[in-house]
């Protein structure tokens, strides 16, 4: 009986990782707007020290939905956003973004992440003033 225990408690225990999860494009809602998260290129997520994730479909809910519950940065212990154009999360705090209409993210907060810099994509179509690349901290500020 305690070998079974055992094997369930590690099961258990084994089962609650701490990390983002993917998001389920189409299906997952928005922890802040609740609407379906559809677009992975500005899609992002908070991860609390419980394990607990919050799934977003715009950086501006992500940040709305901080300022409103009170916590801060250190509450989290991964706060991820999609590289622009991309599904492949990267750390928030690393990341450079840029704010411009013309990306028309899904709530309209118009910000694009990028791993190291936006102009190591293609982003000509978007008409956007390159000479103002912002930190994280800038973004978090906007809002």
Known sequence: MRYLLFIVFIWFASSCNIEPQPIK???DPCQFCKMTIMKPGFACELVNSKGKNFKFDDIS???KY???EGTSQSDYE??????FQKEEFIDAKEGLYLQSENFKSPMRGDIAAFKNSPIQIDISDYEVDLKKVLTWEEIFDLF
Do not use: E, G, P, R
């Open 25 to 27: 494009y189409t299906s």
């Open 61 to 63: 809910c992500l940040i």
């Open 66 to 68: 901080m300022k409103i």
């Open 78 to 83: 991964f706060i991820v956003v999609n590289q």
